[in-house]
């Protein structure tokens, strides 16, 4: 229910922007997961499924959460 976008630069920078909040991070992929470090939070990773235009990123514990994947940034980050 929230507006959510992620943009991925190839240098490891993440961009996201959360209810019009842009914050930026590091991503990289460790072993199979893709892992994430924002300020003042701690590292957090993922297995990244990717099927057709959807991805879903799925924590330690089992939870998941589904993204629309859009080609270019849409989104200006």
Known sequence: ???FAEFYMAD???KTIEDSVLTTGKWSVEGDRVCFVYPKEDKACFSLEVAGDDATFTDKSGTG???KVL???PKNL
Request: hydrophobic share 25%; proline share 0%; charged share 35%.
């Open 65 to 67: 959460l589904r993204l």
């Open 1 to 3: 229910g929230k507006d």
């Open 71 to 73: 080609k270019g940034n």
């Open 12 to 14: 490891g920078t993440v």
